[in-house]
């Protein structure tokens, strides 16, 4: 697990972008990728593209940064990866947050799509620490 305090986890959280609310438990932000993001290093060597697990931990922070909360991932539900993202590319995201029964976790749904193409989707438990 990437705890927050990784330097994947800082390099992803100084990404996001335009972090706000849409509706209840909704909201939307936007991650850009440079070229210098340190997640490129090893995927791929000339064709640089964002790992799965780094779309998976920017769901957590985008999380964090939304709650206010510090949390770490309980279960991934489902991580559909359809489209991946480039070196130099912006991920749109949308985020659904319901937050469990018993109040001790939220349960996240969220896309990524670059431009008008879905890159991942991911459902999620999260856990209040």
């Given at each position: 697990m990437?705890?927050s305090?990784?330097k ?9 972008r ?22 490129f ?5 000339g064709?640089p ?11 957590r ?7 206010g ?15 991946p993202v480039?070196?130099g ?6 985020f659904?947050m ?5 109040g001790?976790s939220?349960?996240i749904?969220a ?14 438990e999260?856990?209040?620490?």
């Amino acid at each position: 697990m990437i705890t927050s305090d990784s330097k994947m986890s800082a390099a992803l959280r100084s990404r996001i972008r335009d972090l706000a609310p849409t509706a209840e438990n909704r909201c939307s932000c936007h991650l850009d990728f440079d070229p210098g993001f340190t997640g490129f290093e090893g995927h791929f060597e000339g064709n640089p593209i964002v790992p799965g697990v780094c779309l998976i931990e920017a769901a957590r922070i985008v999380a964090e940064e939304t709650t206010g909360r510090t949390l770490r991932t309980g279960k991934i539900a489902q991580a559909r990866f359809r489209r991946p993202v480039f070196a130099g590319e912006r991920a749109d995201v949308t985020f659904l947050m319901t937050e469990t029964a018993e109040g001790r976790s939220w349960n996240i749904q969220a896309e990524f799509r670059v431009g008008a193409a879905v890159s991942a989707q991911l459902r999620m438990e999260l856990e209040k620490i």
